[in-house]
């Protein structure tokens, strides 16, 4: 299937495009892809009728109905005939709710790798780096039914030229390689590797970082980089702020505070990851806009209000995931004005409201650590 | 000190201090009994509260303004108050004197008040708490009141405060009425300072979910004492084919309206599923846009208060399900949504102002399906449809059948019980 107006915006620099050379671009591109979703899913069709939508007259982005993250959970849609099925992707499931399951077709499955490696080289830089992995050696093993979490890492390793992991599963509860670890950390530190160290958030601190603070052991990590994704809601309980977790990382593996990076990304809409930029930011590409709602009247709100997140990319073509309202409640800082230097929404996410189930990737994995 | 617990009010006093449970137990237990007060005066200071609260100035209406205060000041009012005595006990005196019966032989009886009342409260809607410890006052008890722990809603207590104003004479005023009360909370975990309660008390009476009150109900009791229990319950609608062709459906609308816009649907007698009565499409639409209508006026008497985001996504999710593969009538907002498909269930309750509708051609065929944890049927059908149905469903287990638009409305029998019966003991004399 062709999309030339997809394609064109995916030629572009990540963060260069301003708001008024972007809009036109992204909103064409999205009309393109709500128009293809819009004639070959059908339950997608029955909404946007019910609506009263009609995807050739979309003007502007706050008009394009979105789909709530938890449909993923009760609905499988495509936009592709099942044969074209490349691989399925679960969200974590949790002890309360549901897995959400979104399909691939390998034009989608290789547009989302592009689009997320692209984020992920602009800001780590164009570098082959060591990875040390906080996860299970399993977790980057490859299979075509594939969790979320394993589905992140491994996507990540692309920029990776050695990978190790440093968490073994025993009777089914993960345990933290201490051993192997220091050793990595050491090796690193004695050849002046640039590693990576890269786990789910609660996991880096409470498990690595908590752990070297008590033992007084530190690490200098010379132009290393520290990613953190997913579940901070067990930390929130624990009272630890994302600057806390920035400070006390530094702290320990000798990093800029700079280099201790925070990634954010959802399954429903997979290869949109948005890291925090210097500035503590996260920033919308090119191929994506964002939009915060009012939690009661669902309007669109004002640069700065809190509310609602609805994430708008068109980079997905086999299942209609181009305008998501999750459950997390961010705002929008500003607009092509952030200091770091990078175009498009610059914004917060806060977190889930009260009542929001523990869901993150990070959080489950934490429930099985021993 | 580990058996203390957090006080929001004590002995006619509005308090935020923690209290070790053995020394609040010992006073209230030693606190001015109220068996020698007329009831009749008790009666005369909740009606002077209840005209309290009816004052929209009254700072209570700012701080809790989707609480039901005008409904508790309702409740609260000497007619009712008086009603619910006589429809428990035959008379307003029975806890005042003994009174004469003849049944062959010429006895007298008179109610006395059981001693300590404790109400763990659930945390969905502190209003039916703050009943339940009127009635305990009523039957002129001691009554301490488990408020829940996590919650930072201190209605309860905010309204003892200003029972405690309310003066009719220096003997009998709100401060002297309100001296046998406390409101404390605690964590549930805390299981040595719930044992210490549950040992004194002398009726227990559990407000919570299933799971909650047979872990409460699990806690060491005197063995004379009586356990009432108000656990999960749940609700629905059903008007029958001849109302709904020749009934004033706007009407009906708004009154349905009303029950499912009031406590966001929390309260037990919250109706989550309307049964028409009906095979027509026609007719479940007509109704729908009708209520859609009326929900939306319902707002304007009735506030929205914003869902969590976790509820607002539950909602929109719904909303999204029900517009790919069924029907969905919903606000622009989050405000209120109907849904409805051909599945012959209830529910599920989401609150929030949700609500289903769906079709079936013979209301009895929902004796089929009833679940045994029905507590109120809002019920608009024609007299004799109305005698079957409310015989069918009561034998299948339902406590209670409203018009509907009262469906909330608190009214003793509740769950099946007249509780102020429950709150005394009857002692004879020949």
């Known amino acids: 299937m062709d999309f030339p107006n997809l394609d064109q915006l995916l030629s572009k620099e990540v963060y260069t495009c301003d708001k008024k050379e972007k809009s036109e671009l992204l909103l064409n591109a999205v009309k393109e892809v709500s128009q293809h979703h819009f004639e070959r899913c059908q339950p997608y069709r029955r909404f946007c009728q019910k609506k009263e939508f009609e995807p050739a007259t979309l003007s502007l982005l706050k008009d394009l109905p979105y789909l709530p993250a938890s449909i993923f959970k009760d609905a499988l849609l495509l936009s592709i005939a099942e044969e074209k099925i490349f691989r399925t992707i679960s969200s974590s499931a949790t002890s309360f709710g549901k897995p959400s399951r979104i399909v691939l077709d390998k034009q989608t499955s290789k547009r989302q790798s592009k689009c997320f490696n692209k984020v992920v080289l602009e800001r780590l830089g164009n570098k082959r780096r060591e990875f040390i992995i906080l996860d299970t050696p399993e977790s980057i093993g490859r299979n075509n039914q594939i969790t979320a979490r394993s589905s992140t890492i491994r996507s990540l390793l692309f920029c990776a030229g050695k990978t190790d992991t440093c968490v073994n599963e025993i009777d089914g509860s993960l345990v933290l390689d201490e051993d192997k670890i220091d050793s990595l950390l050491q090796n690193a530190e004695e050849e002046k590797t640039q590693v990576v160290i890269f786990g789910f958030t609660y996991i880096l601190y409470s498990y690595v970082v908590k752990r070297l603070l008590s033992t007084a052991k530190k690490y200098r990590l010379s132009g290393g980089k520290i990613i953190h994704i997913g579940g901070w809601k067990k930390l929130e309980s624990e009272k630890v702020t994302p600057e806390k977790l920035m400070e006390d990382c530094s702290k320990v593996f000798g990093v800029n505070s700079d280099d201790v990076i925070d990634f954010y990304g959802f399954t429903e809409q997979s290869g949109m990851i948005y890291p925090t930029c210097e500035a503590g930011f996260r920033h919308s590409p090119v191929w994506g806009d964002i939009i915060i709602r009012d939690p009661l009247t669902l309007q669109p709100m004002d640069i700065g209000q809190k509310g609602l997140m609805q994430f708008i990319t068109p980079i997905q073509t086999s299942y209609p995931g181009h305008s998501v309202l999750t459950e997390d409640i961010g705002y929008i800082q500003g607009v092509d004005t952030c200091t770091c230097g990078r175009k498009g929404a610059f914004f917060k996410v806060l977190g889930r409201a009260q009542h929001a189930e523990v869901r993150g990737c990070g959080d489950i994995m934490a429930e099985k650590f021993a | ?430």
């Open chain 2, 1 to 430: 000190m580990k058996d203390k617990v957090n006080v929001d009010f004590y002995l006619g006093r509005r308090l935020n201090e923690q209290i070790g449970i053995k020394e609040l137990l010992d006073s209230i237990s030693a606190a001015p009994s109220l068996l020698p007060w007329p009831t009749e005066k008790i009666i005369l200071i909740l009606d002077e509260f209840s005209k309290l609260l009816l004052d929209k100035k009254n700072s209570l209406h700012q701080r809790y303004p989707d609480s039901g205060l005008p409904y508790i000041a309702a409740w609260c009012r000497k007619s009712n108050i008086t009603q619910v005595l006589e429809n428990s006990f035959g008379s307003i005196q029975a806890l005042d004197q003994y009174n004469t019966r003849v049944n062959g032989i010429i006895k007298s009886y008179r109610a006395f008040p059981r001693g300590l009342a404790v109400h763990w409260m659930a945390g969905n809607v502190p209003t039916i708490g703050f009943l339940s410890l009127i009635q305990g006052l009523l039957t002129k008890n001691r009554n301490i009141i488990k408020a829940p722990s996590s919650s930072s809603d201190t209605l309860l207590a905010d309204l003892l405060d200003h029972l405690s104003t309310v003066g009719c004479d220096n003997t009998y005023c709100g401060k002297n009425l309100t001296q046998s009360i406390a409101v404390i909370r605690y964590d549930h975990s805390r299981t040595k300072v719930g044992e210490a309660l549950s040992n004194q008390a002398d009726i227990r009476i559990f407000w919570g979910s299933d799971q909650s009150v047979a872990k409460l109900k699990s806690l060491p009791a005197k063995l004379s004492s009586t356990d009432i229990i108000f656990s999960n319950k749940t609700s629905f609608m059903v008007i029958d084919h001849s109302t709904l062709k020749t009934g004033n459906l706007q009407k009906i609308a708004k009154q349905a309206a009303i029950d499912i816009s009031v406590f966001e649907q929390k309260a037990c007698a919250s109706p989550h599923t309307l049964f028409l009565e009906t095979t027509e499409d026609e007719d479940l639409d007509t109704f729908a846009h009708l209520l859609l209508q009326a929900l939306g006026n319902t707002l304007k008497i009735i506030p929205k208060r914003t869902p969590s985001s976790k509820e607002s996504s539950a909602i929109l999710n719904l909303r999204t399900q029900y517009d790919m593969f069924h029907k969905a009538w919903y606000s622009d907002g989050l405000e209120f949504t109907i849904l409805s498909d051909t599945d012959m269930k209830f529910g599920p309750p989401v609150g929030n102002r949700t609500m289903f509708i769906r079709k079936i051609d013979n209301l009895e065929k929902i004796a089929d399906i009833l679940p045994d944890n029905i507590q109120t049927v809002g019920i608009l059908a024609e007299l004799s449809r109305f005698d079957t149905l409310t015989a069918l469903f009561a034998e299948k287990g339902v406590q209670r059948f409203a018009k509907i638009g009262t469906m909330t409305h608190f009214e003793i029998p509740w769950d099946g019980y007249f509780l102020p019966q429950y709150l005394v003991r009857w002692v004879s004399r020949q």
